[in-house]
């Protein structure tokens, strides 16, 4: 079946530090990964996404790889700001619906 | 286009009431999908509509869960009977047969508290 993991949290960062979360999944067939981020009191907002293997996302100074031979889409941002401090998902999706991670809250601090 | 936009934001109920939630999805939008996400978990899938058609329910939708799209635009939740493990995020999302999951646009959700 299909699942996604993600690295547990909270991850907490000082401003400017380099961030990585990792994800990996399990998944039938070829399935497009994103990554979304949720807001304290908001609804989920897609960060990035990629539909194959080897594509990147970007958006927003985040990067995450589709690497299919690690089953990997780790998340990265060279330089965190305090407003990056939310929950991020990963997760994939068989084109109709999305199978979530359970989420890593960012915490990064001035 | 105002986005996806659920009511109540908030509701908290006795164990054992009914309550019912309302999605308005994009108007362009065919496809609804109602999602529920516990504390500290990610969004888990529930059932989607294509127009008025209810196409795939999970097993997390119990009896006591029944979802309607009647007219292809506005959607229902229901939950009859609450029980304390309802306690939870519901959230809606919308998108277009074409877009599939790229066009997903989810609202901000209905939390249920039930005591």
């Known amino acids: 079946g299909n699942s996604v993991t993600q690295m547990e949290g909270p991850v907490t960062l000082s401003e400017e530090a380099f961030l990585t979360i990792n994800c990996t999944y399990t998944?039938?067939?070829?399935?497009?990964l994103f990554w979304y981020v949720q807001y304290p009191g908001e609804g989920l907002q897609l960060l990035l996404k990629a539909t194959k293997a080897d594509d990147k996302g970007s958006n927003k100074g985040f990067e995450a790889t589709y690497r299919k031979e690690t089953t990997s889409f780790h998340l990265e941002k060279g330089s965190v700001q305090v407003s990056d401090s939310a929950v991020y998902f990963c997760a994939l999706s068989d084109w109709n619906k999305f199978y979530f991670g359970s989420g890593t809250k960012l915490n990064v601090k001035p | 286009d105002t986005g996806v936009s659920q009511d109540p934001r908030h509701k908290i109920t006795k164990r054992g009431q009914n309550v019912t939630f309302r999605c308005d999805p994009i108007s362009e939008h065919n496809r609804l999908y109602w999602y529920r996400q516990t504390l500290g978990q990610g969004p888990e899938f529930l059932t989607y509509?294509?127009?008025?058609?209810?196409?795939?329910k999970s097993r997390l939708l119990s009896d006591r869960f029944s979802a309607e799209r009647p007219k292809g635009s506005f959607s229902t939740l229901e939950i009859q009977r609450t029980e304390q493990g309802d306690s939870a995020m519901y959230l809606c999302?919308?998108?277009?047969?074409?877009?599939?999951?790229?066009?997903?646009?989810f609202g901000s959700g209905t939390r249920l508290t039930v005591v």
């Open positions: 998944a039938t067939g070829y399935p497009s």
């Open positions: 509509f294509q127009n008025e058609a209810q196409l795939e």
């Open positions: 999302a919308s998108s277009s047969e074409a877009t599939g999951s790229y066009g997903y646009t």
